[in-house]
């Protein structure tokens, strides 16, 4: 058996999200332009029959279905190229786990010292892997990130800690 696993991180599916949200800010946009010809076509053709008020009213309404999606595809966009960018500053290798203990972004933890290892949600629907010791102290880093699949991660585990340690996926529910 190797003496110990070494998960590194992908930066793979955060540039799938990045790139995919960036594709939709782009369809944002052209669906804003869109909804910007029709309603001047709208305004061009009635435009004896409605007065100041109900012109405004009628871009406002119209504009701002496109621009609320606009707005919401931007700050996911910022979001997934901040994670993006997180993975790629990361030093090293995001878990590493052998005899002695388990090493998470960082923080290594003998394995009598481990109070738990789980995968927990968080606000934003992304699992993140936890690892917490007997003093309370927790550090993560988020499942999608990794470069093996969670089943692997956990035989590891399970192994290199004699069956003492295991990853709990209670939390993430269904």
């Known amino acids: 058996?190797?003496?110990e696993l070494v998960v590194g991180y992908n930066p793979l599916p955060a540039a799938e999200r990045v790139a995919h949200y960036q594709g939709l800010v782009r369809s944002r946009l052209?669906?804003?332009g869109?909804?910007?010809v029709l309603l001047l076509l709208l305004w061009f053709w009635l435009r004896d029959q409605?007065?100041?008020a109900q012109t405004i009213w009628m871009f406002v309404i119209g504009l701002a279905f496109s621009g609320i999606w606009l707005v919401l595809a931007i700050v996911l966009y910022f979001g997934a190229k901040r994670g993006l960018d997180r993975i790629n500053a990361a030093q090293g290798y995001a878990v590493k786990v052998d005899p002695q203990g388990i090493e998470v972004a960082g923080k290594a933890v003998a394995w009598p010292d481990v109070a738990?290892?789980?995968t927990v949600r968080t606000l934003a629907?992304?699992?993140r892997l936890t690892l917490r010791?007997?003093?309370g102290a927790t550090t993560s880093v988020p499942i999608t990130f990794l470069d093996t699949l969670p089943g692997t991660l956990d035989s590891a585990i399970r192994a290199y800690s004699r069956g003492s340690q295991w990853i709990d996926t209670s939390k993430l529910g269904n």
């Open 116 to 118: 738990g290892i789980a």
């Open 50 to 52: 409605m007065d100041t």
């Open 1 to 3: 058996m190797a003496q």
């Open 30 to 32: 052209i669906w804003l």
């Open 133 to 135: 010791d007997t003093t």
């Open 34 to 36: 869109i909804g910007v």
């Open 125 to 127: 629907g992304q699992p």
